[in-house]
């Protein structure tokens, strides 16, 4: 997409939350990798989708600067917890700090580890899950997370285009066969419906049935 028309996109959608876009420029600014960060247009788009379910509980797998658990958090219902798992101890700090100036902190649980170890220990249904985490685990955290999602709920996948480079004939890019293998398997299974949206790196959207 050219840059003129993500400036296109960016100008016919609701203005930036300024602590977001502070964050965000932050991000780019203190961090390795800053194109991790969801950013204006996806940010705003998981805040719709939160907004249209009301969820109760949400899992996040992939915290990295909070983006998009502030986003994610704007949606769920009174009471409602947001659990955002990180591997990175790094980035706690810095993401409870923009937690707590979006006045979101109290929604939202962070927890820091391997989620793959962490997921099976949650006591909990949830209404949405976004898998941010390493590309080479998402079939795992697929797996772990199916039963916890309540029937009618959805979990969003992000990078499921990574960068167009599903399409390469020839890989041995360890992310990009964990992005292509957990397509693949989606693409196959039952139980579900699916649509893979070509929003920034590429959005899996899948609901349970």
Request: net charge negative; glycine share 8%; proline share 3%.
């Amino acid at each position: 997409m050219s840059k003129k028309l993500e400036q296109y996109i960016r100008e016919h959608s609701t203005p930036e939350d300024p602590v977001l876009e502070d964050l965000y420029r932050q991000t780019h600014i203190r961090f390795v990798n800053p194109n991790m960060v969801s950013g204006h247009v996806q940010g705003k788009f998981l805040e719709f989708i939160s907004r249209m379910i009301s969820p109760e509980n949400i899992l996040e797998i992939g915290t990295f600067t909070g983006y998009s658990a502030i986003c994610l958090s704007k949606g769920l219902r009174e009471n409602g917890k947001l659990i955002t798992i990180e591997i990175n101890d790094e980035l706690s700090s810095f993401a409870a700090e923009y937690f707590e100036k979006t006045g979101t902190e109290d929604k939202i649980v962070a927890m820091t580890g391997n989620a793959l170890e962490i997921i099976p220990s949650l006591d909990l249904k949830f209404d949405l899950v976004f898998i941010d985490g390493d590309k080479r685990e998402y079939i795992e955290y697929y797996k772990l997370i199916i039963g916890k999602v309540n029937s009618g709920g959805y979990i969003l996948a992000d990078n499921v285009l990574w960068g167009g480079k599903v399409i390469e004939k020839e890989t041995r890019d360890p992310q990009t066969l964990g992005i292509i293998a957990f397509n693949e398997m989606i693409a196959g299974e039952t139980g579900i419906e699916k649509i893979l949206l070509p929003l920034r790196d590429g959005l899996m959207l899948i609901r349970k049935k």
